[in-house]
């Protein structure tokens, strides 16, 4: 069964176009990853889809129902985790979860149960009684998430849910969310980290420019670009012409400084490692030099020629 069904997406902001012709497929089980740089569509992409913000055209069927036609109902089935934090810093997180299980009609008992029940499931418990300004970056994200789930939702959206917290906090928003997803949730996961993607994920679906540019599993993406090899090397001064005299060198493709280190993208049996090395060699010598297998941000460098993160410095540890 397909939980979103959308067709031919079209989204503008006066003149910007956000979302392109957009087709997007959910099954029901699956957790897709969706991933794409800041500013591709992807939080547009996700309030059309819940309804929050109408389309200029396309059709959107969730539950197999036309989305315009059943929104409410649509509605109690879908947990949303926004971008932005949304829980009342003036109520305890308790509170915090009476509130939006009230939203969703959960009174009495029943109410109070699942209060606790979701409390327990972010590791939260002990925080019941005490206010958000309190909390850490992560406690006040997995409160979030916790405001998001207290209905029960079938399918469950987050929206860069882990920006900007400490990697515990992240590897048990990650824990979390395959523990829902074992329960029978469907999620859509969207991030800029394909680090997260590739730890969670069963389905990948990467934007950029209001556009869809590639989707499958980790494996099919990743053989997409089977024809191409990744080389590391750093070198002791990692110059402007070093990097010019790589660029030139035959069936290179992309060539990325990150502070000594310089990443080689070429074709795959290009035979290009012993020519790297002797260019390196004439600019200070080489520290340390390896091939790696491809990642999603190399698919995504394939396909648009540009890197998924400005700076690429952003370190993310999962150990999920
Ligand atoms: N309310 C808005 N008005 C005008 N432009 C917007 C608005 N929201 C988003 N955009 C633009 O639409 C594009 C997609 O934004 P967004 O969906 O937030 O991307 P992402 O979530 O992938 O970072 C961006 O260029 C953004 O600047
Ligand atoms: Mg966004």
Redo the contacts with the bound molecule.
């Keep these: 069964m397909l939980v979103v069904d959308m067709k031919k997406i079209v989204k503008r ?2 003149s ?1 176009l ?1 979302l392109d012709l957009v087709d997007l497929e959910i099954a029901e089980g699956e957790i897709l990853g969706l991933l ?12 059309t889809l819940a309804g929050l913000i109408g389309i200029d055209s396309g059709d959107i069927t969730v539950f197999g129902m036309e989305q315009q036609k059943n929104i409410m109902a649509i509605k109690r089935q879908i947990g949303l985790v926004t ?1 932005e934090i949304t829980i009342y810093p003036d109520l305890t997180a308790q509170e915090n979860l009476e509130f939006f299980g009230g939203v969703y009609g959960l009174k009495g008992q029943t109410l109070k149960e699942r209060v606790a029940a979701t409390l327990a499931f972010v590791g939260l418990s002990e925080q019941a009684k005490n206010y958000p300004y309190t909390f850490s970056g992560g406690m006040q994200r997995r409160l979030n998430i916790a405001c998001a789930l207290v209905h029960r939702p079938k399918f469950l959206i987050m ?2 849910p882990t920006v900007g917290i400490d990697p515990q906090s992240r590897n048990h928003i990650l824990e979390t969310i395959r523990k829902l997803n074992e329960q029978g949730t469907t999620i859509l996961y ?1 991030t ?1 980290y394909m680090e997260e993607v590739q730890a969670i994920a069963s389905r990948v679906v990467i ?1 950029d420019q ?1 556009q869809i540019i590639a989707q499958g599993t980790m494996e099919e993406l990743v053989k997409r670009i089977q024809h191409e090899e990744k080389i590391k090397v750093e070198v002791a001064e990692p110059s402007e012409e070093l990097l010019e005299r790589l660029r030139k060198l035959d069936g290179v493709k992309h060539v990325i400084q990150k502070g000594k280190e310089i990443q080689i993208i070429s074709q795959a049996g290009s035979g290009n490692l012993d020519r790297i090395l002797s260019v390196a060699k004439d600019f200070g010598g080489i520290h340390s030099i390896h091939a790696e297998k491809p990642t999603l941000e190399d698919v995504f460098l394939t396909l648009t020629g540009r890197k998924l993160r400005d700076g690429g410095a952003e370190n993310v540890d999962i150990q999920v």
């Design positions: 902001y006066s910007k956000a794409g740089p800041n500013g591709a569509g992807k939080t547009t992409l996700i309030h971008q929206d860069e969207t800029h934007m209001g």
